[in-house]
């Protein structure tokens, strides 16, 4: 379209600026340069002599308002006049008036699901999906292998598409340091794009719906809550003016040209609505001492009980008669008198099932955070926590907590996350057999829900965790440390598994999305501008963002033939940026993953006697030797102390896809590093030599999946100690080589956490070692040392693998060895 008028007008393709550089420094500034900054840029001498068409912040703007936005979802601003319940001084009612931002959600689902870019990403029809031909064992996933989806569309005329609209809303602070602007966005999205998709914010799956006023009502007195209710009632109020066009479209449905040029009936239905506990009790018009989504007492929420599902018509007809006066009782299952709920008349929406589990703040923050670790240094002291934090060993993908965790100032989900990885691993020993399995019950069950596909075992492994907790729990009544477990966030646990059925795999409703959203629709548009009237300054500041970045999707369609969606690598366990890009590729030849290493090696020439010392091979000769007469039997020559070695700092390991996590391209990354000594002000660091899972015997590993073979078959944990390459006086090898030490078979099981113990293993006291070629090694695992009560202090980060005598393996690590690893028992039914 862009380019017929352009055409047609006889226009340059950079229109209204005069250049293509003209445009890339408009853009630029635009997306960097605070609205203030541009006046002052553009007067500098040397930009002033490029003789440039904008000149100043007012021919700037004007250039990037002339910029066409795609299909006119354009900002409309409703102001509400607020009469309160108190007189002001002229003895009147008072009254405040407050703005309403908004769009027409009906125009931004067209815009959704129109966009060309999510053409590969986009589904149009529920759909089944089975791991077996029996259909015993079901997939669930994305939204349309749900089962909301299949319910809904049977309510539809034949033909009939729907677009499930996804809400989410979160009041979030603005100013840093003064004042006390806040911003309350409403994001629109649909189920029929990918969950991969929507978690990529610069793929623009997830637009801004509107902003709802935030006021402190101060015209409405404290008495009897008549402020709080009040804003209560302006909440619904907002929200019945935003989604009010989805009443008509969503019942007769509306025609738009889908991302793959088809022409479809769609209907837009609000299907899921993610937010934190207090904004879903307001969503559904509960106290919050009570569940959003179904009617249990309050003083049950703590009981693995059952929790009988709210009625949306029911709710409607207590409420309408309540404001009737038909009854003077207080209503029930703590329903507030807010009479008229924004979803009363939405079509085909049940808004207490929409309501989805927000694993950041119940799980992260809430249940693992705020309860189960404060439990834990109740009964094992802040002080012991923080040594077994210190004396964890490092890993790739692992944050080190060196001074523990009591000192922590700022936490966020990704603190917690990387808590949970070694919290089994760490407080086992420290407490008593039941108070290690609930704990164990819980890290399973925040593990389980946060993964991205599920499938009938998932799930029940899910409802098993839970099961788990709740028969465990009683032990910290009887420690006294709790006197009951109604808690919000624990009894929201419960809901998790009928959510997953009804609207798919919770990752795709998480807050972690929306907090991460409020920096491009809220933070940096208050940010670019003058703090004045900030809402209407940050609605233009993001119509002008938009108008940039259609354009800029324009420019490359023309320059590449199709629209692309931008797209970021998010990896939230992979952590192997090393500043070195010039890795190598090699292909699998012994196992089903290949593995990427430096072109040049990072250390050339080393000889034996540094390899001894710096990286304690104290058996590397011999090894070499035991390797040659095994790959070259006939070979006259034996490798001499004398023989130098090429050395490499570290591996990198291309997961296999897997699909319970990610479709992403996965590294996993081991290490081999000699200690460095200080240069400078440069403190020395201490030598890294990671655990690696090899392949010990590949016959045994090639027959894993066979019935009756156990995942972890042909396989064992070692020490990397020195990758290198083989000396050109000895032949040449495929691959580089490793130089491991070796830890015991799996065969020691802990009955109580499900975990191997290892250790480390000997041959006449001395290392039990071995070479080996790098693509027998599978990637990096975790063990921890096993304690008692107490920990041993002189234990560190740095000498916790040497001096420790019993390992436990740990498959927290991440979700790759958690979902695939076999390290777990629980995990190896997936």
């Not at 409703?78 to 405040?96: Q, V």
């Amino acid at each position: 379209m862009w380019k017929k008028e352009n055409k047609d007008a006889g226009r340059s393709r950079w229109y209204p600026f005069a250049s293509m550089e003209e445009w890339e420094l408009a853009a630029w500034l635009l997306q960097n340069v605070g609205h203030n900054k541009i006046d002052q840029f553009l007067k500098l001498e040397m930009v002033r002599s490029q003789s440039l068409t904008i000149t100043s912040k007012y021919t700037f703007f004007q250039k990037i308002d002339r910029l066409p936005q795609r299909h006119g979802t354009e900002w409309r601003c409703d102001e509400i006049s607020i009469t309160g319940n108190i007189a002001n001084d002229s003895g009147e009612p008072a009254s405040e008036k407050v703005e309403l931002w908004r769009r027409d959600p009906v125009e931004c689902v067209r815009e959704l699901i129109g966009n060309p870019a999510f053409r590969d990403a986009i589904a149009y029809a529920p759909e089944q999906v089975y791991l077996d031909n029996e259909r015993k064992s079901r997939i669930v996933d994305e939204m349309w292998t749900a089962d909301w989806w299949w319910k809904t569309q049977e309510k539809l005329p034949r033909g009939a598409t729907i677009a499930p609209v996804i809400l989410a809303s979160d009041k979030t602070k603005l100013s840093s340091f003064r004042g006390d602007q806040t911003a309350w966005p409403v994001y629109l999205s649909i189920g029929n794009i990918a969950k991969a998709t929507h978690r990529h914010v610069s793929a623009r799956a997830t637009v801004l719906l509107g902003y709802i006023p935030v006021s402190k009502l101060e015209c409405f007195s404290t008495v009897n809550d008549a402020r709080r209710l009040a804003s209560y009632r302006l909440y619904h109020h907002c929200m019945r003016t935003i989604l009010e066009p989805l009443i008509e479209a969503g019942k007769q449905g509306v025609s738009m040209v889908c991302a793959d040029g088809c022409v479809r009936r769609v209907h837009p239905i609000v299907a899921a609505y993610v937010a934190d506990h207090p904004e879903q009790c307001l969503i559904v018009n509960v106290q919050e001492n009570h569940c959003p989504r179904g009617t249990v007492h309050p003083d049950d929420r703590g009981e693995h009980v059952s929790c009988p599902p709210r009625n949306t018509q029911n709710t409607l007809d207590l409420l309408s008669s309540h404001a009737r006066g038909d009854t003077i009782d207080t209503l029930p299952h703590g329903l507030r008198t807010v009479y008229e709920p924004f979803w009363d008349n939405l079509p085909f929406c049940d808004i207490f099932s929409s309501i989805t589990p927000d694993i950041l703040h119940q799980l992260h923050k809430g249940v693992f955070k705020d309860h189960l670790v404060s439990w834990i240094t109740a009964i094992v002291s802040e002080e012991e926590l923080d040594r077994r934090f210190k004396a964890m060993a490092d890993v790739p993908g692992l944050r080190h907590f060196k001074k523990g965790i009591s000192h922590v100032q700022q936490w966020t989900g990704a603190e917690h996350k990387e808590m949970q990885k070694v919290f089994v691993v760490l407080v086992a020993g420290a407490v008593d057999e039941k108070v290690l399995r609930m704990v164990q019950s819980l890290i399973d069950f925040i593990y389980y829900s946060q993964l991205q596909l599920h499938t009938t075992e998932t799930i029940n492994a899910l409802k098993h965790s839970l099961d788990v907790f709740h028969r465990n729990k009683s032990v910290f009544q009887d420690l006294e440390i709790r006197e009951h477990f109604n808690i919000a966030k624990i009894h929201a646990m419960m809901h998790y598994v009928e959510a997953i059925w009804e609207k798919g795999a919770l990752d795709g409703y998480n807050t972690e999305l929306s907090e991460r959203l409020h920096i491009d629709f809220a933070k940096a548009g208050y940010r670019a501008g003058n703090r004045h009237d900030y809402i209407a300054h940050m609605t233009t500041w993001l119509r002008r963002q938009e108008a940039v970045k259609d354009r800029l999707e324009f420019y490359q369609w023309l320059s590449e033939g199709s629209v692309k969606a931008t797209s970021e690598s998010v990896s939230e366990d992979n952590d192997n940026d090393d500043g070195d890009n010039n890795d190598i590729r090699f292909t699998p030849s012994v196992t089903p993953r290949a593995y990427r290493i430096a072109k040049k090696c990072s250390y050339r020439h080393v000889p034996l006697q540094r390899l001894q010392h710096d990286h304690n091979a104290t058996e590397f000769l011999p090894a070499l030797h035991a390797f040659i007469h095994i790959h070259y039997p006939n070979t006259p020559f034996l490798p001499q102390p004398t023989y130098v070695y090429n050395v490499y700092k570290q591996l990198k390991i291309e997961q296999p896809w897997n699909q319970f996590i990610s479709s992403e391209l996965w590294l996993d990354r081991v290490r081999a590093i000699a200690p460095i000594e200080p240069r400078g002000r440069l403190p020395a660091l201490p030598g890294v030599f990671d655990l690696v899972l090899v392949i010990e015997d590949l016959a045994k590993f090639r027959q894993q999946k066979l019935a009756g073979s156990s995942p972890v078959d042909g396989l064992r944990i070692a020490r990397l100690r020195v990758i290198f390459e083989l000396p050109p006086e000895l032949g040449r090898m495929a691959h580089p080589l490793a130089y491991i030490e070796w830890y015991t078979p799996f065969q020691r099981f802990d009955p109580v956490t499900n975990l191997y113990q290892v250790s480390r293993s000997s041959h006449n006291r001395r290392p039990n070692a071995a070479i080996v070629s790098v693509d027998h090694i599978l990637g990096t695992c975790h063990l921890a040392a096993k304690c008692g009560a107490e920990i041993d202090r002189d234990l560190t980060s740095e000498n916790v693998l040497d001096r420790a005598s019993v390992f436990t393996v740990n498959p927290y690590l991440n979700f790759h060895t958690f979902t695939s690893s076999g390290l777990y028992c629980l995990s190896a039914c997936i």
